[in-house]
């Protein structure tokens, strides 16, 4: 398909999916982007050949599969999407009063489309690298949630997707858009799954505004199909005294490059961020993970676990950038993976960019097997090899583990993990 | 029912880390113990005392060249350590590790349940019960348990919880290798109360140590007295006192035994 006859379907499927004309234009853009530029970089691990688009990319609208859907409670707050289609979207009266929106991406876009599209691929350029442009340009799934200023939603904020692949050549782009004005406060918890085992690609973003003074925690929970190859990219803008706490589990069965980002504006800003991984089999696993400071006094941190099963590869880069003028900025940042058996290639790379003098930067890295002594201590107990593994395992996790901050993500993400470990030994 | 530890014969050898040659260690150990009695052994350092308990447990390191150990006339030597301790073996350490993220109580549990079939695991009720007990005989603080496992824990604290592990597991021989070391009076008194909580028909001991100063509140039956791999002597509590008194180097000259001792002067 050359690029005159690429956009023409793009710009006919935007038509009929009623979008603003503004999306249609810069989904436009974002193609011709898309056709130029190069992936994102990601040290140490080479993924250029995976497929993370379609061979003649074109966007198209399906139903949903059929899915079994709890109804939610009143004080619920709850969106579920099956592949491109929200199946609820639900928002207790008294938020709703407040201002509080919880809705398909595009259903906002013809609802409240000025407000979706000021926000909308500003924290993120599309023209960043060849999978942001594609992925603004085939975008075909998303949700937005918008807190107003001053609000604080106390129940955690629950999007399930569910990305449907029961059938092949149906990719899935999607993008969760977060506002949270200032002084608000927000707790998203996000679950991703997979339904089906066709190979498709994903593609998943979060865009995350956190204006002055306001605080928002966003965990996810990852557990894509082994047969989806994922590009994600989540990243907060975070401003004046403004808190982003991630707790990311990446549980993934498949190839996976990931970037999380926290972009510290405003001045006394804060990120934080916290990410588990586990490996399988013959899984290859990139995350960047990447803080970089714009204010003066902000604080940035950054804890990575990874553990790594069969012949599994994972690469953790942890970067902390300082920008000229950030003074009294602080940069911590941790990544340690385990490897489970010799098969398995870990990396774990910290990366420091400071241009300013007055700031307080660190790292620490680790990459080896399970602590011989530990595991010995505990076998000379009698438990068992694999339990007495699963309990190591667990106690090189929990420094990140333990700083969850919801109770039920972090049991969630341990009966996940005791599962993986479980199959993984097995 | 009455259960035999025996050690036959038995000589070890260890890789030495340097040359990469062997060094046998052990040369021809023999000892057996019964459920209802508790043994000591002492020697002078670099003797073999922690190479025996190390290899009854099973411990990697450590090469069996010659010899067995029976447990109940079955030998253990090809059981992995886990094994070893499932079928009644505990060996207190020195240095326990430290695992972070592990409560002590998990791990407790984790080790009852072990020993124990899956269809009859230890209740959350009758664990806390037996744990609240333990902790109390051995002045042990509650918030011992939620701590992770022996992490920060001071020296004393962890030779304390090698004992609380031992009281809840209710091992049929346990090994206490120099758990005396670094304890101050009152913390050895602790740890004598809980070993000797333990005696009874069902329990046997084999306490490792330097000096006579732990027998006086753990007293043995039998002493036995090791130098240069083997046991050369064995007798009842009064050998303890007697090594007290002339030393190991006399022990040796009255034996006619020729062997160089580590710590002596030459």
Do not use: C
């Amino acid at each position: 398909m050359d690029l005159t006859t690429a956009k023409q379907q793009l710009a006919t499927a935007s038509a009929t999916h009623h979008e603003p004309s503004a999306l249609t234009k810069r989904r436009l853009a974002a193609l011709a982007a898309f056709k130029t530029l190069a992936l994102p970089k990601m040290p140490k691990l080479k993924f250029q050949t995976w497929p993370f688009f379609e061979r003649q990319p074109n966007l198209t609208w399906t139903g949903a599969a059929a899915f079994d859907l709890a109804p939610a409670l009143e004080e619920q707050v709850r969106l579920t999407q099956v592949g491109q289609v929200t199946l609820d979207a639900h928002v207790p009266a008294a938020l709703k009063d407040q201002g509080v929106l919880l809705m398909d991406l595009f259903t906002a876009l013809q609802t409240v489309p000025d407000l979706v599209l000021k926000f909308l691929m500003t924290v993120v350029k599309a023209d960043e690298n060849k999978l942001t442009a594609h992925h603004l340009a085939y975008l075909n799934a998303g949700a937005f949630l918008y807190v107003p200023r001053g609000v604080k939603v106390t129940a955690p904020v629950e999007i399930n997707v569910t990305q449907d692949s029961t059938q092949p050549h149906q990719p899935l782009i999607h993008h969760l858009l977060i506002v949270a004005e200032a002084n608000s406060q927000v707790d998203v918890i996000q679950h991703l799954t997979t339904q089906g085992d066709a190979a498709n690609p994903a593609s998943l973003m979060v865009e995350i505004v956190a204006q002055a003074n306001s605080r928002v925690t966003f965990s996810s929970l990852d557990e894509l199909g082994a047969q989806t190859v994922t590009y994600f990219k989540r990243r907060a803008q975070i401003g004046r005294d403004a808190k982003v706490e991630w707790a990311v589990g990446m549980m993934n069965a498949g190839n996976t490059v990931g970037e999380m980002d926290s972009e510290l504006i405003g001045e006394g800003g804060e990120g934080d961020s916290k990410l588990i991984a586990i490996t399988t089999a013959d899984q290859q696993v990139g995350i960047n993970n990447r803080v970089t400071h714009h204010g003066q006094h902000t604080t940035g941190l950054i804890n990575q676990r990874g553990v790594l099963l069969g012949q599994s590869r994972l690469v953790f880069n942890g970067i902390g950038e300082i920008i000229h003028g950030a003074h009294g900025a602080k940069a911590e940042q941790q990544n340690r993976v385990l490897m489970m058996s010799p098969a398995t290639r870990g990396d774990a790379n910290p990366i420091l960019l400071i241009d300013e003098n007055d700031v307080e930067a660190g790292h620490a890295a680790s990459v080896g097997p399970v602590n011989p002594v530990q595991l010995n201590y505990l076998l000379s107990r009698g438990i068992p090899k694999p339990v007495a593994q699963r309990l190591v395992i667990r106690g090189f996790l929990a420094a990140v583990l333990t700083a969850i901050p919801t109770q039920r993500v972090r049991e969630e993400l341990i009966a996940i993990l005791e599962r993986k470990l479980t199959d993984g030994q097995a | 029912m009455m259960a035999t530890l025996e050690v036959k014969d038995l000589h070890v050898a260890v890789t030495d880390e340097e040359t990469k040659g062997q060094k046998e260690i052990l040369t021809g150990v023999n000892l057996v113990m019964k459920t209802g009695e508790i043994h000591a052994i002492m020697g002078p350092n670099g003797t073999g005392k922690s190479t025996l308990s190390q290899t009854i447990m099973g411990q990697p390191g450590y090469q069996v060249t010659q010899g067995d150990i029976l447990l109940d006339g079955q030998s253990i030597l090809a059981m992995p350590v886990d094994e070893r301790a499932r079928r009644g073996l505990f060996l207190a350490m020195q240095y326990p590790a430290e695992i972070q993220g592990v409560t002590n109580a998990e791990f407790l549990r984790a080790a009852i349940n072990a020993r124990r079939p899956a269809d009859d695991q230890i209740s959350v009720m009758a664990f806390l019960k037996k744990l609240d007990a333990n902790l109390a005989l051995l002045d042990m603080s509650e918030s011992m348990t939620e701590r992770y496992l022996n992490e920060g824990f001071s020296g004393g604290e962890k030779k304390r919880n090698e004992i609380l592990q031992l009281l809840m597991i209710e091992p049929t021989f346990a090994i206490l290798d120099e758990i005396d070391s670094g304890l101050d009076i009152d913390a050895l008194k602790v740890v004598a109360k809980g070993v000797n909580s333990m005696r009874g028909a069902n329990f046997g001991s084999l306490i490792i140590t330097h000096y006579q100063r732990l027998l006086n509140y753990i007293v043995p039956d039998t002493v036995h007295v090791m130098m240069g791999g083997k046991i050369v002597k064995t007798g009842g509590p009064e050998l303890a006192k007697q090594l007290e008194k002339e030393g190991y180097a006399g022990l040796r000259d009255e034996l006619g035994l020729d062997i160089q001792l580590v710590d002596e002067q030459h």
